[in-house]
């Protein structure tokens, strides 16, 4: 029996992180080693090899979301899109904790009702975000300096889900991360990069005449910032991780 017969038969994915990838060069990265350190077991979902995703995560750890290329909106180019849309606003319904990263974000406030658009400004590279009033308050950002530097790869952005909070902010493209419901994060901005993603993608999504040397000037700002970079995102795994054994005990 197959993972996803195993999954549709009712077998549940208790205790299980599942990663949700939609494009091999976009990967878990740094949020992967995190949760190997912890010895949390996980499921990395890749889509667009045709996976599926469980039918009952009630009792799954959490769920990261992970970003792509493509648009929330492209169902008819990825079909994989709409049963992921089905996906999230079940485990959003669930209160099983979400986290979303670039795309993810943006899948996750679609899958609230929130519009996602073109925003006013291509964001490629390092930027700072600033928490709000909210975002200070907040348990997935306790510990984090504001601002802090992020890196940024984004055509789109997304409207706040109605009910949700504003919980980061930019210079140029103003939602940067937000809650909502009991424990649905989306952050437009990249904490799981590496190295070799940045120079993947940049082979990738790059013209050849710019890409060279728009990754080189990319590859020196992560070395010069990798270690703060790397605190930061590891305080977010642990803040995520809080929240999971938070929602267990309410649950319990």
Request: charge should be negative; proline fraction near 4%; hydrophobic fraction near 40%.
């Amino acid at each position: 029996m197959s993972k996803e017969e195993r999954w549709a038969s009712g077998i549940s994915v208790k205790n299980m992180l599942i990663i949700i990838k939609h494009i091999d060069i976009e990967g878990p990265g740094t949020a992967q080693a995190f949760w190997e350190r912890a010895a949390v077991p996980m499921e990395i979902v890749e889509l667009h090899k045709g996976r599926h995703l469980p039918t009952d995560i009630s009792q799954a750890e959490g769920v990261i979301v992970l970003g792509g290329p493509m648009n929330v909106y492209q169902e008819k180019e990825f079909p994989f899109l709409k049963e992921e849309n089905d996906f999230l606003i079940k485990a959003i319904k669930q209160n099983v904790p979400l986290l979303g990263i670039c795309l993810g974000a943006q899948l996750i406030a679609k899958a609230s009702g929130a519009k996602v658009r073109k925003s006013p400004v291509q964001e490629t590279g390092w930027r700072e975000v600033f928490l709000t009033d909210e975002g200070r308050g907040d348990e997935i950002f306790c510990g984090l300096d504001s601002p802090w530097p992020v890196f940024q790869w984004h055509e789109d952005t997304f409207d706040v889900p109605r009910g949700g909070s504003l919980l980061a902010t930019g210079k140029e493209c103003a939602h940067q991360a937000f809650k909502v419901g009991a424990c649905a994060y989306g952050f437009q901005f990249h904490i799981e990069i590496t190295e070799g993603d940045i120079r993947r993608w940049c082979s990738a999504y790059l013209k050849e005449e710019e890409g060279e040397e728009k990754c080189r000037a990319m590859v020196l700002d992560y070395s010069r910032q990798e270690e703060r970079y790397h605190q930061q995102a590891n305080q977010l795994y642990r803040n995520f991780s809080r929240i999971i054994s938070s929602r267990k005990v309410l649950a319990g």
